[in-house]
């Protein structure tokens, strides 16, 4: 199984795990579906601008390593894309519903704690609690070749995350990108303070100069 995928490989990839199962009637994804799928701005980290060409390249690589599979319809000119990553007769991966769902919102946004992927993975598979979480993660965790990994704790954080193998890990990256994404919603929050404050204080002035004007009148 391959264990070095990309970062648009595993966009490109958790994004057929999640149509498959939340929009059956329009999977396979044509290049434009799953283009836009990519690209989507919520429920994805990082928020990806792939192009036509990135999409196309990306597919094809998926293809040589046999991860998805290209479809055309009889008379149609247009290709659908699946994938062939676990569970088919030629593949050595097998997944439950648990499993693929979990590994799917991983590969779509990153690390990610237990109480955070039993929230994410509730459209593509229903778990009963955290704690059913974690033992389906500790499972995968133990498998001959492990699939995830549970990172060190954060300093201030009450749960640890989890990675997927399928790609390189650089624990010290993922800290300064997490605490990155952090700073930046605390950035955004202050922002969005200083721009209601900002507002006030205008309207404040609008009074105090129409007061001004009515005086002066």
């Given at each position: ?177 997490s605490v990155a994404s ?36």
């Amino acid at each position: 199984m391959e264990q070095n995928l990309s970062l648009f490989e595993t966009r490109v990839l958790g994004c057929l795990f999640e149509k498959a199962v939340t929009t059956p009637d329009y999977y396979p994804l044509t290049s434009n579906g799953l283009l836009s799928a990519c690209n989507q701005k919520s429920n994805r980290d990082p928020v990806l601008a792939m192009s036509d060409n990135d999409l196309q390249n990306t597919l094809d690589e998926l293809n040589k390593k046999r991860l998805v599979t290209v479809e055309s319809g009889f008379g149609s000119r247009v290709n659908k894309y699946a994938h062939r990553f676990c569970n088919t007769e030629f593949g050595e991966l097998k997944l439950s519903d648990a499993e693929l769902a979990i590994i799917g919102v991983l590969f779509l946004r990153g690390p990610q704690t237990p109480g955070e992927l039993r929230t994410r993975t509730q459209r593509l598979h229903e778990f009963a609690d955290v704690t059913e979480v974690e033992t389906c993660l500790d499972a995968m965790s133990q498998r001959a070749t492990p699939l995830v990994k549970k990172l060190a704790r954060q300093a201030g954080k009450r749960e640890s995350r989890y990675v997927h193998l399928f790609s390189e890990v650089n624990e010290a990256e993922l800290t300064v990108a997490s605490v990155a994404s952090e700073n930046l919603g605390n950035d955004n929050s202050r922002l969005e303070q200083l721009e209601s404050e900002v507002a006030v204080l205008k309207q404040t002035v609008a009074e105090l100069q129409q007061k001004i004007s009515d005086l002066l009148d």
